[in-house]
């Protein structure tokens, strides 16, 4: 999954009431997060602390919740879930297939801590994930509307401020770069986006962080930087 590409605005997760415990709705909650937010070698940790700064989840507890089986069943036994995970539309693609597997981990481990199998929620659909897309323009914050570039550049900005005072990263190993924007490590072969400034090949995770470098340094997508 790209860099950039994992900022989960708002995770609604929606259980049967007095299904879960505070204790376990809380864990649930910070599961979800730790798990779509996972640290590794492949993002910069200033990548992920600022995503999460913008991730939120509700666990909702219905009124009202019927099933369509026939004959009727108890959503809560054992607990039904239904997650919906939004993101910005353009990211969706991209993020679907890790959330639902994320997802999908956090809340067999869930049912593992409560005693309960937790392979149910592989075996049965007794747990359904959607992915929303926000379209263009329907993000605001800071009092203003926000864009993907927007985001991306809000993402990324304490990752590259950082970049002026670290001491030089060491050089990524031979056919692969490391994002200028967001630090993910990219393979350089033949499906990699890259830019040349200043006579260096850049790799870039994803056509944003791409738009990104960019902008900042005046270069034009449609082509390489002229000879020197």
């Not at 919906?84 to 539309?89: F, I, Y």
């Not at 985001?151 to 950082?162: A, K």
């Given at each position: 999954m790209e860099g950039v590409d994992r900022a989960m605005l708002l995770i609604e997760v929606f259980v049967p009431r007095n299904a879960l415990s505070e204790d376990e709705r809380q864990a649930l909650g910070r599961g979800l997060i730790d798990r779509l937010m996972v640290e590794d070698d492949s993002h910069a940790i200033e990548i992920i602390d600022t995503q999460r700064t913008i991730t939120q989840v509700l666990l909702h507890e219905p009124a009202t919740w019927v099933l369509g089986d026939r004959p009727a069943a108890d959503p809560a036994n054992p607990p039904r879930y239904l997650v919906?995970?939004?993101?910005?539309?353009s990211w969706?693609?991209?993020v679907c297939e890790h959330v639902v597997g994320a997802v999908t981990d956090v809340l067999a481990e869930t049912e593992r801590a409560a005693g309960r199998d937790p392979d149910r929620v592989r075996r049965e659909p007794h747990a359904i994930i959607l992915t929303?897309?926000?379209t263009e323009g329907g993000i605001g914050f800071f009092g203003r509307v926000m864009s993907t570039m927007?985001?991306?550049?809000?993402?990324?900005?304490?990752?590259?401020?950082?970049?002026?005072?670290?001491?030089p990263a060491p050089e990524a190993p031979p056919g692969r770069a490391i994002d200028p924007i967001c630090g993910m490590g990219v393979d350089l072969d033949d499906s990699a986006l890259t830019l040349v400034h200043e006579g260096t090949l850049y790799g870039f995770c994803h056509g944003l962080c791409r738009r990104v470098f960019a902008n900042e340094h005046g270069l034009s997508l449609g082509r390489e930087d002229p000879p020197a």
């Open positions: 919906r995970v939004t993101v910005p539309a969706r693609k991209d929303d897309g926000v927007d985001l991306t550049e809000f993402v990324s900005r304490p990752y590259r401020d950082g970049a002026m005072w670290r001491a």
